[in-house]
């Protein structure tokens, strides 16, 4: 029993020192923004990398999403007879949830991953240590701009995920099934609300945003200047990151969704 007590303060105490040492990182690099927006270029460039190249898989996922989830819900809508609802739903789906959540998921698994394995191979050939030695900041060269990237990148991915999710759906409803288009975008135009729903995904989509990239640029800066823990660091920041999202996901949608 005395055991399990000293296990269990000393991970207690582990975890947080762990999250101390996050909260210290953050604080550090958010601080290093506005150096960082003097040299707009570093931010552009980041947003080529992790917004633009990620964007054939984001809406590839987006269109068969958007395929799917009208074949799904027309099988439930049509034994009610509320087919005319489908537009509706899908598109409070794809811009509540399945956009943002989705969208960061893809994110951290094709974008994280690169901007860990970047950052670790970075420190790893002992390019961070130069920058230094040169008094040069590494966090406001090298992080920063990677985060601000990641965060401006992702409410534009997800926007575009939802937008071609919808056009997928259309093509499945409409031009497969024989749905009325008329009642299709009727429908969702009168049912979606602009402040509640589209504003709110975006919302989600900025935090995400901020958390998948945040874990990697973390994940990156603190690994073992080894191959093993480059490795190692990209594949945590692949757990913790899609982790983050779903757990935030929650608190989010229970804090935006609560009252009508």
Same mark, same amino acid.
């Given at each position: 029993?005395?055991?399990?007590?000293?296990?269990?303060?000393?991970?207690?105490?582990?975890?947080?020192?762990?999250?101390?040492?996050?909260?210290? =990182?953050?604080?550090?690099?958010?601080?290093?923004?506005?150096?960082?927006?003097?040299?707009?270029?570093?931010?552009? &460039?980041?947003?080529?990398?992790?917004?633009?190249?990620?964007?054939?898989?984001?809406?590839?996922?987006?269109?068969?999403? !958007?395929?799917?989830?009208?074949?799904?819900?027309?099988?439930?809508?049509?034994?009610?007879?509320?087919?005319?609802?489908?537009?509706?739903?899908?598109?409070?789906?794809?811009?509540?949830?399945?956009?943002?959540?989705?969208?960061?998921?893809?994110?951290?698994?094709?974008? !994280?991953?690169?901007?860990? &394995?970047?950052?670790?191979? /970075?420190?790893?050939?002992?390019?961070?240590?130069?920058?230094? /030695?040169?008094?040069?900041?590494?966090?406001?060269?090298?992080?920063?701009?990677?985060?601000?990237?990641?965060?401006?990148?992702?409410?534009?991915?997800?926007?575009?995920?939802?937008?071609?999710?919808?056009? !997928?759906?259309?093509?499945?409803?409409?031009?497969?099934?024989?749905?009325?288009?008329?009642?299709?975008?009727?429908? /969702?135009?009168?049912?979606?609300?602009?402040?509640?729903?589209?504003?709110?995904?975006?919302?989600?989509?900025?935090?995400?945003?901020?958390?998948?990239?945040?874990? &990697?640029?973390?994940?990156?800066?603190?690994?073992?200047?080894?191959?093993?823990?480059?490795?190692? &660091?990209?594949?945590?920041?692949?757990?913790?990151?899609?982790?983050?999202?779903?757990?935030?996901?929650?608190?989010?949608?229970?804090?935006? =969704?609560?009252?009508?």
């Amino acid at each position: 029993m005395i055991d399990f007590v000293q296990t269990l303060g000393r991970r207690t105490l582990e975890g947080l020192r762990g999250l101390g040492h996050n909260a210290s =990182f953050l604080w550090e690099v958010v601080r290093s923004i506005p150096a960082t927006m003097r040299r707009p270029y570093l931010v552009v &460039a980041q947003v080529h990398a992790v917004g633009n190249l990620s964007l054939l898989i984001i809406l590839a996922s987006g269109l068969a999403v !958007g395929f799917v989830l009208a074949l799904q819900m027309y099988y439930a809508l049509v034994t009610y007879g509320a087919t005319e609802s489908l537009g509706l739903i899908v598109n409070l789906s794809l811009v509540r949830e399945l956009g943002p959540v989705v969208t960061a998921l893809l994110f951290a698994g094709r974008a !994280g991953t690169s901007l860990t &394995a970047e950052i670790g191979l /970075m420190k790893a050939g002992e390019q961070l240590a130069a920058m230094e /030695m040169m008094a040069v900041d590494p966090k406001s060269r090298v992080l920063a701009p990677r985060l601000l990237g990641g965060v401006l990148s992702m409410p534009l991915l997800a926007i575009m995920f939802s937008a071609v999710g919808i056009m !997928g759906a259309y093509v499945v409803a409409v031009l497969l099934i024989g749905v009325d288009a008329g009642n299709f975008w009727s429908i /969702m135009q009168n049912g979606v609300d602009f402040r509640r729903d589209i504003v709110n995904g975006i919302i989600k989509s900025v935090v995400f945003g901020a958390i998948c990239t945040f874990v &990697a640029v973390y994940q990156g800066y603190e690994a073992d200047a080894t191959p093993e823990g480059v490795a190692t &660091a990209t594949t945590r920041t692949v757990v913790i990151a899609s982790l983050g999202v779903l757990v935030m996901d929650f608190i989010l949608t229970a804090m935006m =969704f609560s009252t009508p």
